[in-house]
């Protein structure tokens, strides 16, 4: 009997860390499928250092990164090459996960080729096409020429009956970020950079700072850098650790704002590996990320979500998050109000994590080979 031949594109770091534990649950069914994964490389250096810490060897390698190139850009030379992978592998299958440019062409490289396509994360919706940008549109355009929709919560999956998608093709399994956090947490982790082995986390309310969106670039950005600014210098216990993004703009706007403070550390981007280890002894999150509103919950971790809207609204409903916003008082008043009552503190972090129990590459594994084995 044919085994299902499976290809897993992927291109960033969060999907690779999203998907490095569907590779290992096909790797481990190889009885039922023949799997092989291609990395555009939209990120670069990103991507590689998941791929070591997961031990994943991609069999395809697009290498399309290029610095400052165009959304357009990506597409185009990411559709090209997968091409090229579709026909040399022939695959009945093809996952993409998440929202990003390599996803969406990712997709519709296997819809010009008539390739079944599985959306790993799938349903996921903000409510506004440009928040954030460009993700939103793409998970939804991904969605029309999808035919598994993998959504990691019920939440998700009714977004996508409202829009139509049929349900028997729909499979809650919760979030593989999840899975793949039970991997590389370890309670004893050394890290390299000495700024943070020397910050004491028991004594001190760490919060760990995440800003990147190009739409809170500008205003927004300034808002968010200044009310921790204003938290750091009202509480001599808290100290802020800031993985700077590579953007000049975000950094620009960092230096000026924390300059001078002792304790905001301003530190280069860091590994999934240390990032994630780092999350697990801070006191708090603030962060305009996505993937993190999943994680930081699942470590015990409140998290503050520096946007107007997001497309994770388990974690708020469930009390594990609350949207601040981007108005400086408000984040302001949130943080003031976690650094001060540990009532309120313990109840988010306390909270009943929605995102799923850590098995969720296995549901989706079941999945694919109830849909597509030929008993």
């Known amino acids: 009997m044919n085994k299902i031949k499976v290809l897993v594109v992927f291109g960033t770091r969060p999907e690779a860390v999203k998907m490095a534990p569907i590779v290992k649950a096909l790797k481990k069914n190889e009885k039922y499928f023949d799997s092989k994964i291609c990395v555009t490389a939209q990120h670069r250096d990103m991507l590689d250092q998941v791929l070591r810490i ?30 090229e992978v579709i026909k040399d592998f022939k695959p009945d299958l093809i996952l993409v996960q998440g ?31 440009y928040s954030p940008y460009p993700e939103e549109a793409n998970r939804m355009m991904v969605g029309v020429v999808t035919d598994f929709h993998f959504a990691p919560t019920e939440r998700s999956k009714n977004n996508l009956l409202r829009e139509g998608y049929s349900e028997n093709k729909i499979f809650v399994t919760g979030n593989t970020s999840i899975d793949a956090l039970g991997w590389v947490i370890d309670e004893n982790y050394k890290f390299d950079n000495e700024i943070i082995n020397n ?14 969106r190009r739409e809170n670039i500008g205003k927004p950005m300034e808002n968010i850098f200044s ?3 204003e938290i750091v ?36 981007p860091l ?7 780092l999350m697990n002894r801070c006191y708090l999150v603030v962060t305009d990320s996505g993937g993190i509103q999943e994680e930081a919950p699942s470590l015990g971790k409140p998290v503050l979500v520096v946007r107007r809207e997001t497309e994770r609204p388990e974690g708020i409903e469930a009390g594990t998050a609350k949207l601040a916003g981007t108005d400086k008082l408000n984040i302001y008043k949130e943080v003031d109000l976690l650094v001060n009552n540990q009532e309120e503190y313990k109840k988010m972090a306390n909270a009943v994590i929605p995102y799923g129990d850590g098995k969720a590459a296995e549901y989706i594994i079941q999945a694919i080979k109830d849909q597509l084995w030929e008993k």
């Open 54 to 83: 997961f031990n994943i060897e991609p069999d395809y390698d697009l290498d399309i990164f290029e610095r400052g190139q165009s959304l357009t850009q990506i597409t185009s030379r990411a559709l090209t090459g997968l091409e």
């Open 199 to 212: 910050i004491d986390f028991k004594n001190k309310k760490v919060i760990l700072l995440t800003a990147h």
């Open 99 to 129: 929202d990003t440019t390599t996803v969406f062409s990712g997709a519709l490289a296997a819809f010009y080729h008539q390739v079944k396509i599985g959306h790993v994360e799938a349903g996921l919706r903000s409510g506004n096409l």
């Open 271 to 277: 590994d999934y590996l240390p990032f994630t280890n």
């Open 227 to 229: 009310a921790l600014k």
């Open 233 to 268: 210098e009202s509480y001599e216990d808290v100290e802020v650790i800031y993985p700077m993004h590579l953007n000049p703009k975000v950094r620009e706007i960092a230096n000026k704002i924390f300059k001078g403070m002792e304790r905001v550390h301003l530190i280069e």
